[in-house]
């Protein structure tokens, strides 16, 4: 069974920068898993931020991207906002089956 | 405006049947692949089924295959998804959400339904 791994929690100032990562369990994150990257504020549904690994859809603030690092998926947020407290979940795409990382709780 | 609006969340007793429905408006659901996705109650999301566009291929997690079935009618806008053998486990609320058009991903998302399974 794939797992997909997130960090639990991250802390980050306002105006700061902050990256969340995203690993796989069966070795390192290709353009080929597609990582996607959803935002859930509590009570809301998710809200997709990035799909692709790195494209941004239309609704996508520019300071959110996405990014290839060191065999895993990154989301990196600069210039943080307070309304970017909130859950952050990485998807990737295993040949049709789409696995969900644990959510990363990013505290402003 | 693109708008997905799931129906059909229920309470049910473990071993029971329900049909979720997912209506798209603002755009066409042919030419699109749909997905299901779950949430438990304060929990994490939970990838359920994908079904393509003309609705040839479907896939599914490992928790929800032989018991859920995905479908759509493109005539009709919808989609569906079709849960049987429901267990307690299988308790959250479900969200559809729409495929992107060439790079595999999701990008629009349904406010969700409630499905409780319970004695």
């Given at each position: 069974q794939t797992v997909v791994t997130q960090e639990s929690s991250l802390t980050v100032s306002p105006g700061g920068t902050v990256t969340l990562t995203c690993a796989s369990s069966t070795g390192a994150v290709t353009s080929g898993n597609s990582p996607n990257w959803l935002q859930q504020r509590p009570g809301q549904a998710p809200r997709a931020l990035i799909y692709g690994a790195t494209n941004k859809h239309?609704?996508?603030?520019?300071r959110f991207s996405g990014s290839l690092l060191g065999g895993k998926a990154a989301l990196t947020l600069s210039g943080v906002q307070p309304e970017d407290e909130a859950e952050y979940y990485c998807l990737l795409h295993y040949d049709g089956v789409w696995v969900f990382g644990g959510g990363t709780k990013l505290t402003v | 405006e693109v708008q997905l609006m799931e129906s059909g969340g229920d309470l049910v007793q473990p071993g029971g049947s329900l049909r979720l429905s997912c209506a798209a408006s603002?755009?066409?659901?042919?030419g699109l692949s749909m997905h299901w996705v779950r949430q438990e109650p304060e929990k994490g999301l939970v990838w359920v089924s994908q079904i393509n566009s003309d609705g040839t291929f479907t896939f599914y997690a490992d928790s929800v295959k032989g018991r859920f079935t995905i479908s759509r009618d493109n005539a009709k806008n919808t989609l569906y998804l079709q849960m049987n053998s429901l267990r307690v486990d299988d308790t959250g609320f479900y969200y559809c959400a729409r495929g992107t058009l060439s790079i595999p991903g999701l990008d629009s998302w349904g406010q969700g339904v409630l499905v409780t399974v319970s004695s």
């Open positions: 239309s609704w996508t603030p520019a | 603002g755009f066409t659901l042919s």
